[in-house]
């Protein structure tokens, strides 16, 4: 069956430092596979996506590699800051024979950047 | 701006209210869907659109009852609900394609924050 693994948090970084939430993934076939991005209050928002192996997906400085090989989409940032500070979801897609499509998604990693 | 709008984002109900909750995109989704999500948890699907049909129903108990009025419009009616149902219930929507629906992306909203007291 489909599952998401997402690294545990909080995650507590310093302004500038570098970012990592690793995550991997089992699923039947050749899922698509998504970042989002939720903020305190808000709804998930779209970070970034790969829909094929070795595709990167980037967004906002924000990038993840879908790595075939060790099933794993890992986000990185090169240097965080404060207003990145929210909750990151690993997702993959489950097609949905309608043409709908319904995502698993990762436990979350709150992510705090301190000044 | 999210492109999904929810109404209304904050609703308080007792157990034996009847409320509805109401979602709106003009994106030209065919595909719309309400998630659960309680604190510090993932979401969870709840129901599944497709051209105004329901597609998927992930066992949700009767006393959730969606309903899809025509293709940007979704509302999910809620009676007799418990307080463990006290959660925030998103709305997305996407593009269906047959061949690689699992291609598109979800677009949620802000979310209705539920408490039922």
């Known amino acids: 069956g489909n599952s998401v693994t997402q690294m545990e948090g909080p995650v507590t970084l310093s302004e500038e430092a570098f970012l990592t939430i690793n995550c991997t993934y089992t699923?039947?076939?050749?899922?698509?596979l998504f970042w989002y991005v939720q903020y305190p209050g808000e709804g998930l928002q779209l970070l970034l996506k790969?829909?094929?192996?070795?595709d990167k997906g980037s967004n906002k400085g924000f990038e993840a590699t879908y790595r075939k090989e060790t099933t794993s989409f890992h986000l990185e940032k090169g240097s965080v800051q404060v207003s990145d500070s929210a909750v990151y979801f690993c997702?993959?897609?489950?097609?949905?024979?309608?043409?709908?499509?319904?995502?698993?998604f990762g436990t979350g990693t709150r992510l705090t950047v301190i000044p | 701006d999210t492109e999904v709008t929810q109404t209304p984002k904050h609703l308080v109900m007792g157990m034996t209210n009847k409320k509805s909750l109401k979602c709106e995109q003009h994106m030209g989704h065919r595909a719309m869907y309400w998630y659960k999500q309680k604190a510090k948890k993932p979401p969870e699907l709840m129901f599944v659109y497709s051209y105004e049909k329901l597609s998927i129903n992930e066992s949700v108990p009767s006393r959730f009852s969606p309903e899809c009025p025509n293709s940007s419009l979704l509302n999910l009616h809620l009676h007799a609900l418990q307080p463990e149902d006290s959660a925030l219930y998103l709305c997305?929507?996407?593009?269906?394609?047959?061949?690689?629906?699992?291609?598109?992306?979800?677009?949620f909203g802000n979310g209705t924050r539920l408490t039922v007291t």
């Open positions: 790969a829909t094929k192996a070795d």
């Open positions: 699923a039947t076939g050749y899922p698509s």
């Open positions: 997305a929507s996407s593009q269906v394609h047959l061949v690689t629906g699992g291609n598109s992306p979800l677009h």
């Open positions: 997702a993959l897609s489950d097609p949905i024979e309608t043409g709908a499509n319904n995502l698993f």
